[in-house]
């Protein structure tokens, strides 16, 4: 049996400025969840992912914290308009970016909102293990740091566990590769996180790779923005191959002709479909559908169980034919 991906109504209880362009969101709401892990909203006819920074641990409240991007018109919004009380439609939690059951250092790079399930994950850390916890920060300047009081008061009341760095771009240029070396330095047997900007990540991964960290060890959290779907490539640039995708969703079906690398939910696009997804990243499972006939294979999946997809569900935003018939059915 699927999980449940639906929406559910959640209330706002309050909410706290974290600094100029975040804001904490926290929510009335019986879902249970892991730190680390995000729920995906319903706002202005646009889905978004947003991380719980809150821990189940030792939060009476699941919080996601919410960064404004310039020009972004849900998170614009969500800070504009939202007050105590209103409601969201958000799904149950998800997300692969949760703490591993072992006893080696937790060490995480987060670069600006990119500490939100870091924030989370510490938290749940050292409350609930006694790991060494390392965590490098990465922002423009002191008044651009979420949870700063908060994780100075963490470090303050575990010395002996937690070392935290803070780095200032205004103050110290760009996080350097000595910076990510030093973090690591006497933790390369631990669990490492990484969340924040795309460029800061590569770097981060870059060094740890260079320092022998397994892809197994390494945690990687995207934020990526949801845009408009992508316009499909001119039937001239798509290349045709034998057989046919159908797709069935809210009751309607429709086939149409495979298309050489491309993924099911963008022939669901294709055939006319308007298909749920949010991060098209393999980390949400939003677009998850099932398999009724034939085989995909999934490029990325950090969000369906070995269950689930022996069950027949796929992430369609990563799911590529594999045979000449597939059937896919979205579940309403």
């Given at each position: 049996?699927?999980?449940?991906?639906?929406?559910?109504?959640?209330?706002?209880?309050?909410?706290?400025?974290?600094?100029?362009?975040?804001?904490?969101?926290?929510?009335?709401?019986?879902?249970?969840?892991?730190?680390?892990?995000?729920?995906?909203?319903?706002?202005?006819?646009?889905?978004?992912?947003?991380?719980?920074?809150?821990?189940?641990?030792?939060?009476?409240?699941?919080?996601?914290?919410?960064?404004?991007?310039?020009?972004?018109?849900?998170?614009?919004?969500?800070?504009?308009?939202?007050?105590?009380?209103?409601?969201?439609?958000?799904?149950?939690?998800?997300?692969?970016?949760?703490?591993?059951?072992?006893?080696?250092?937790?060490?995480?790079?987060?670069?600006?909102?990119?500490?939100?399930?870091?924030?989370?994950?510490?938290?749940?850390?050292?409350?609930?293990?006694?790991?060494?916890?390392?965590?490098?920060?990465?922002?423009?300047?002191?008044?651009?740091?979420?949870?700063?009081?908060?994780?100075?008061?963490?470090?303050h009341r575990h010395p002996d566990r937690f070392r935290l760095h803070h780095h200032l771009?205004?103050?110290?240029?760009?996080?350097?590769?000595?910076?990510?070396?030093?973090?690591?330095?006497?933790?390369?047997?631990?669990?490492?996180?990484?969340?924040?900007?795309?460029?800061?990540?590569?770097?981060?991964?870059?060094?740890?790779?260079?320092?022998?960290?397994?892809?197994?060890?390494?945690?990687?959290?995207?934020?990526?923005?949801?845009?408009?779907?992508?316009?499909?490539?001119?039937?001239?640039?798509?290349?045709?191959?034998?057989?046919?995708?159908?797709?069935?969703?809210?009751?309607?079906?429709?086939?149409?002709?495979?298309?050489?690398?491309?993924?099911?939910?963008?022939?669901?696009?294709?055939?006319?479909?308007?298909?749920?997804?949010?991060?098209?990243?393999?980390?949400?499972?939003?677009?998850m559908a099932r398999i009724t006939e034939g085989e995909a294979k999934m490029r990325v999946?950090?969000?369906?169980?070995?269950?689930?997809?022996?069950?027949?569900?796929?992430?369609?935003?990563?799911?590529?034919?594999?045979?000449?018939?597939?059937?896919?059915?979205?579940?309403?």
């Amino acid at each position: 049996m699927a999980r449940d991906h639906g929406f559910h109504p959640v209330r706002i209880t309050r909410i706290v400025e974290e600094t100029p362009d975040a804001r904490t969101f926290a929510l009335d709401t019986w879902f249970p969840y892991q730190a680390g892990q995000f729920v995906t909203v319903r706002v202005c006819g646009s889905l978004r992912s947003y991380s719980m920074s809150s821990s189940p641990d030792v939060d009476d409240e699941l919080c996601v914290t919410v960064k404004r991007v310039p020009g972004g018109v849900v998170s614009s919004w969500m800070h504009e308009e939202l007050r105590a009380g209103d409601t969201l439609e958000a799904t149950l939690p998800s997300g692969s970016f949760c703490l591993r059951d072992n006893a080696t250092p937790m060490v995480a790079f987060a670069g600006g909102s990119g500490i939100t399930p870091v924030f989370s994950l510490v938290k749940s850390a050292l409350a609930t293990t006694g790991r060494e916890v390392r965590v490098l920060t990465a922002n423009q300047d002191a008044d651009s740091v979420i949870f700063r009081d908060a994780l100075d008061n963490l470090a303050h009341r575990h010395p002996d566990r937690f070392r935290l760095h803070h780095h200032l771009d205004d103050r110290q240029g760009l996080v350097s590769a000595d910076e990510i070396r030093a973090v690591a330095a006497g933790a390369l047997d631990g669990d490492f996180y990484v969340c924040g900007p795309e460029p800061y990540m590569a770097l981060v991964r870059g060094e740890l790779a260079g320092l022998g960290v397994p892809d197994e060890r390494l945690l990687v959290e995207r934020f990526t923005p949801v845009g408009a779907p992508p316009a499909p490539a001119p039937e001239t640039d798509r290349v045709r191959q034998e057989g046919t995708v159908t797709i069935t969703l809210r009751g309607d079906q429709r086939t149409v002709p495979q298309r050489a690398g491309e993924t099911l939910i963008q022939t669901a696009r294709r055939a006319g479909f308007t298909p749920p997804f949010s991060c098209e990243a393999g980390d949400c499972a939003t677009c998850m559908a099932r398999i009724t006939e034939g085989e995909a294979k999934m490029r990325v999946n950090n969000a369906l169980d070995e269950d689930e997809v022996a069950e027949g569900w796929v992430l369609t935003c990563q799911g590529e034919p594999i045979t000449p018939q597939v059937c896919v059915v979205y579940d309403d």
